[in-house]
């Protein structure tokens, strides 16, 4: 049974960083497209990052390029999310999402691509 547990999520102020952590268990993890959404109150769930385990490659919403880095660590199963410079547009529930193959370019965002999900982890933005 595939599992994704969120962590790392909380309170910061603007400007300031946070780091999120997926581990993932019951999957083949080399084998799986590993993603970060989010949700907003009032919001849909959009696409934050991804990262295809095939040759590495990452792909970003275009409101975080610069800040968010995706990476993976294949021997512990953990997928991160560094996010710097937060702002008050980043608040919401981080989720980690996961699909067998590869998802890349406009399949790497879309929510309906991946089959496993976490159940998010706060975080929340002061200014």
């Known amino acids: 049974q595939v599992q994704l547990v969120e962590s790392g999520g909380g309170l910061v102020q603007a400007g300031g960083s946070l780091r999120l952590s997926c581990t993932a268990s019951?999957?083949?993890?080399?084998?799986?497209?590993m993603a970060w959404f989010r949700q907003a109150p009032g919001k849909e769930r959009e696409f934050v990052a991804s990262h295809v385990h095939k040759d590495g490659s990452t792909y970003y919403a275009d409101s975080v390029k610069g800040r968010f880095t995706i990476s993976r660590d294949t021997s512990k199963k953990l997928v991160y999310l560094q996010m710097n410079n937060l702002t008050t547009d980043d608040p919401g529930v981080y989720y980690c999402?996961?699909?067998?193959?590869?998802?890349?370019?406009?399949?790497?965002?879309?929510?309906?691509?991946?089959?496993?999900w976490g159940r998010g982890t706060q975080v929340t933005v002061s200014s």
């Open positions: 999402a996961a699909v067998f193959g590869y998802r890349l370019c406009a399949l790497a965002s879309s929510s309906n691509e991946y089959h496993y």
């Open positions: 019951g999957l083949t993890f080399n084998q799986y497209t």
